[in-house]
Each structure stands twice: as C-alpha cells, then as structure tokens.
C-alpha cells in the first residue's frame, strides 16, 4: 500500500512538470508581421484612421473614383485569411468632396465619420443617403443612417466634417467637429446621437478668444470613453454652461460624464521663459499652439499625442508629445517625453491591448521618471503594471509611423516605413501579440433528436468559428447538401421533413480562414407523435400534448385486450382539446382500461399516430372492520351508482353467487346470516345503475370472521 501512495505521487509530480513543460514551450514570442501590406498601395491610406475588432481591421483608403478626376474615401476590411475587402464606398460628398477622418467599433457597428451625403454598399450596390455619418452593421453587412447631423444655428445650416467618433457602453454615439466657424460656444463641436436624435453635449464647446468666430476652424477635436465618461481634447477653452452646470474651463482637454463637464489639468506649449499658456485659464485666454494627434483611454489612464510640451495648471510637467491624465481625478500624471535625436518631437497615434499602450510617430527616444528608453525607432509600449517603456523590438520601424490599431491579437501601423523589425513591409506591418485564428476544427458531441417533420440537431462550440454548416442527405455517407440559413450558434432545426424518412446530417465549422472537415455522421427518422398522461386511478382524467402538426380533432381508443398491447378498436368519439375524462362507460368490460390517442385531419386520415399508453382503473375499494365489528364500507369512483350488490363466498377468489341484497350507500353490516357456513366469509362489492345492471368492476375481498 505504501508503495502504491508513493508511485502515485511520483507518477503527479511528472505530470505536473510535463504540464508546465508543454505550457513554457508554448508560451508566445511577439514578432513582426507584414502580411496586410497595401496592395496596391493607394492615395493617403498610410495616414488614414484604422481601428481594428476580433481578427479584423477596417482601413479607410482614398480609392473611389466619384467622377472624372475626383476621387473619394472608401472602408477596407481586411484578416489575415481574407485580405483586403471593400466594404462600402462614399457617393458623393455634401460639400462637393468626399472624405472620411474618423473610424471606430463597437458591439457589431462600425462607424466612420466625415464629410459626404451619400454612401454605397460595395457588396450590393445599395447607396445610403446620410449626413456625415454612418454605420456599417457587421451582422447584415449593410450600411445605416444616423439621422440629420447638421445643426440649424442663427437660421443657417451648419455643415462641419465629423474628425471623430466615441461610442459609450450604452450604445450612445459622440461626434465631433472643430471648434469656430459659429459664434462662441460651439454647439457644433461634440453632439450626441441617442439612437433617434442628435443633441448639443452640455452647452457646447469654447472657443479661445470668447469672440465669434474668433477660433481655428481647424481646430480639432478628437474623442475616447472609458466606457461611461467621454473624454475630448483639442483647440478649445473648456465646456459651456449647461442645465444650471456652470461653464468649466480646461485647456485643451475636458471630461463629459453624461450630465457634466470636468475640468482636467491640461495641454500646453511653453516656451522657454514659462510663457503665456502655462498660465491657467482664468480669463479668456489667447490662442495656444497646441495641436492634438490622438487620444485613448486605458484603464484609469488618458493618453494624448500631439504638438504639446506641458501638463499641469500652476506647476506645467513636461511633456514632450504625449501626455497622460488621470481618467478619475483628471489630474495630470508625472510621464513621459519623446526625443528625436535628442530634440522634442510628438507621436503621432495610440492604441491599447490588455494593459499595453502603444506609440507610433517620428522618435527615437522615450522616457519618464521609471526608465529611459533609446534606439526604440518610431513605436514603443507603455506597461501599466510597472509604468516602463519598452521597445517592440531593437531596430522598430526604419520610418515614422502614423496610425495604430489593435485587434485581438495584433497591433497594426501603418506609416512611411518599408521595414518593420527588418522584415520587409510596405507601409503596413502587425506586431503579432498572439498568434493569428487557425481554420477550426470539426464540431464534436453532434445529435439529431426527430419530430415531427422535423430533425433537432445541436453540436459542440468549436474554437475560433465563427459560424457552422449544416449538411443533410438522405444516403447514409452523402453526398450531402448544405442547408440554409448557416447558424452562427450550436444548434439547428431542419424543418419542412416527411415523417417516416430517414435523414443523415453532418456539420463543419467555419471562419474566415476556411472550413473544418465533417463531422461524424448522425441520423433521425422524423415522426409525428402525442404525449399522453394519466392521472392517478382514482381520477380518470387523461391528457396529452404534441408537437409539429396540429390535427383537426383527437380520437380516444381503449382496450383490455392482451393489455397494454391492444389492439385499440374501441373508438370514443372526437376530442378537441387535449383533455378527457373516462370513465367505465368507456368500455363494456369492467376493470382497467388502456386507452392511446390519435390525431386526424378532418377527413379522418391518421396524422398522428398512437401516443404512449396510459392505463385507468374503474371499482370500489373495499374496507373490513376487524373480526368483532362486522361492518364493511367501500370507497368508489366514476360512475357513481345509486345502488351496491353485496355478495359473499367462501374463499377470497370467490365464487361470488350468494347475492346479500341491494346497498344504498357505501356501507353494509354483515352477520353470520349472510352465509350458511358459519366461520370466515369473504365479500365483495359491484355497483348497479338499476337491480341487475352492473356499472363497476368487482372489487376487492375482503375476509370477516364469525
């Protein structure tokens, strides 16, 4: 026994170090990829936005040809097993252009901002009138208005093109603009669509100057959500007063929590001896030069990119191109700088994954108050856990980076770059931060349960599918045809079958990378059937359900012949519903019943055939007071005669020829009179409508002493 013990644990230890073996070997090494370079390479797609989803991104590109030497913006899906798909197109634009800046995901829509009026489904042709915004559904693979974006401002239509999108966890979509271009506040600057209206975000935007018209009309604003607040940064003073809210000065950034501004500690560009736009804003203050490239949210963390040097109000920390605030307390964080070649220069995008920030831009060198980071060449990444900067490799891009985007699984730039960690790429490039989807494997656990002219099947999930096909036949081995609609969960009904026949069902996973092998083969034969239940014997209620086919009506059969085998010939008349009440009626023996139900149409033609058999009991139960107290009583259900027939014998089995007279009641007194033997009798009870006219069963005997 001890030795068993001991060769038990020695043979878990092994398993567990070879466990660990196989998940160290496994372990995934980051690398690079260049695998979704452009192809061609067309017009400004390396510096247009990219968001990315699952194993998906979507690229804006400037592709279209709208008319003769005018060229218009189009949306570009692409995966690693797909390539590049042209999913929609823009038509025309709403002030003789057509561009599209601004890009983002959430749930199953995709949203792209900008300016047109119209755009088209690449797929099927179907164009969308819209204003500036629309949304692609990845479920239907169409595209849909958002309703009227524009705002009617002192009696004029104001058109400004949308540069960026924010979609919260309640489905609301923010939309923005630049601040100017309308008197001061700018209501045009951050709107909100609720799913039926667009709204002005507090009392709008301020412009610097408090003057009409008096800010950039370039001034950009660019948006991102932690999920419930919407943080935006750009050429703007603070947020207006609204609902009573007073006005909420923050320069260059500011935080909207649904009813709310927030101030936050703000975006500058000193010079050397402080200068003037260090100094908070307590006044109208002037213009600053400051400009903004990006801006995401992660974690508890805002990060911003952009023309900038400065964080803080009263104390400015320096922040060389990247910044980054508190998403709580809107505080700004002691961070980082970026350098090239030792002078201060700015990144260009951000994009999050699982803790990890990511930069791209014109840098060769980041640090903060953790590490000083050189050599890291145009893209490096943040860790929230230890607030490090690290490179994504030792020779990163071999030119600036633009844009950035993740997915589940990789981070995608794009830029002027012809190298990505020396591997050759043509402005596009994936750091690979899990390895891509594999084509799934064959579905597991598949069954088929028949119906009525029906086949139920269900299966097991298979990893990365992303929907499955079904295929029947009606030869065992197929061939098989695939059946329609192809469901995305694990399971099917095949509908519209002939009861009777035999049908083989394999199943295949399927994503974008291909189609897995069959599964194993399973089979039903579909048939129409009723469920029948019987209550306990003392209450002869029968009731049934079904499924598949409605009949016109029910019959009622019942036998006792051979039992519970039948045959059932003895018809009952029509039932309606799926209930009935028998009785002994039901049948000119008495004793138990068994009874089956059948569905018919109304030209009596049997649908669906014989349910389960249900068996009743009709008679009396008979009680026998002890020895000494000759009297008998009996208990009895349907029908319920009017008179008792008491009979006598002299062995349990009977045979039951001495009559003792008519009963009314349930209840008799018995004496030794009642037999010419004296000694034990036995007696038995039977119900009569009418003297002679039994209506029950014999009951059960019972013995009584004299």
Known sequence: MKQRIQFTLFSIIICLIASIASLNAQTFSPYWDAAPAANPPLGRYKSAPIVGSGEYFYVIRNTT?????????????????????????????????????????????????????????????????????????????????LGYFFLLYNGNNVDKTINSIAVDAFGNVYASTSVGGVCNPDPTALRKWDGTNWTTVGGGLLEFGYVCGGGDADGTVLLATDGTNIFATGLFAGGAAYNGAPTVLSHCIIKWDGTKWSAMDGLY?????????????????SMPEV??????????????????????????????????????????????????????????????????????????????????????????????ADNTWSALSSDGLDASGHRLAANDNAILVSGDFAHAGG????????????????????????????????????????IGATSYNVKRSTVNGGPYTTLSPSPTGTNFTDTGLVNGTTYYYVVSAVNSCGESANSSQVSATPACTAVLVGSPPNDQYLSWTWYGIDPDHWEVLSTTKNGPNGPFENDHGWICGGGRTASNDDFDIFGDLYYVVQGRDANENVIIPNSNVVPCTFGAALFGSPPNNKSLSW?????????????????????????????????????????????????????????????????NAVVLSF
């Open 65 to 145: 040809v709208i008319k003769e030497n005018v060229y218009g913006d189009s949306v570009w899906q692409w995966s690693k097993c797909t390539g590049w798909k042209e999913i929609g197109e823009l038509v025309e634009g709403s002030e003789g252009g057509s561009e599209l800046v601004a890009i983002a995901i959430h749930d199953h829509y995709l949203y792209v901002g900008g300016s047109f009026s119209e755009i088209s489904n690449t797929v099927n042709n179907v164009v969308v009138v819209t204003t500036n915004i629309a949304r692609f559904n990845l479920t239907t693979r169409s595209w849909e208005s």
């Open 269 to 285: 560009e000193c010079n050397a001896n402080g200068g003037y736009s260090c100094i908070p804003p307590t006044t109208p203050p």
């Open 291 to 384: 400009y903004v490239y990006s801006i995401i949210v992660s974690g508890t963390n805002v990060f911003v990119t952009g023309l900038f040097n400065a964080t803080g109000n009263y104390t400015p920390t320096p922040a060389n191109g990247i910044a980054r605030f508190s998403a709580t307390t809107g505080d700004a964080l002691p961070d980082s700088c970026l350098y090239m070649g030792g002078k201060i220069t700015s990144a260009y995008s951000l994009a999050q994954q699982n803790g990890m920030v990511y930069v791209t831009g014109a840098f060769d060198q980041v640090s903060n108050q953790v590490n000083n980071l050189t050599g890291c060449n145009n893209i490096a990444m943040w860790n929230s």
């Open 423 to 462: 591997v050759p790429a043509n402005n596009f490039a994936r750091w690979m931060t899990a390895p891509d989807l594999p084509t799934p494997a064959p579905p597991t656990g598949f069954t088929a349960t028949p119906g009525c002219g029906q086949v139920a099947l269900s299966w097991n999930a298979s």
């Open 635 to 699: 208990e009895y259900i349907l029908p319920d005669p009017p008179y008792w027939e008491v009979y006598s014998g002299a062995t349990p089995t009977g045979p039951w020829d001495n009559d003792k007279g008519y009963v009314v009641g349930s209840q008799h007194t018995a004496s030794n009179d009642d037999f010419d033997i004296y000694g034990d009798a036995y007696y038995i009870v039977v119900g009569q409508d009418e003297p002679g006219n039994e209506v029950t069963p014999i009951s």
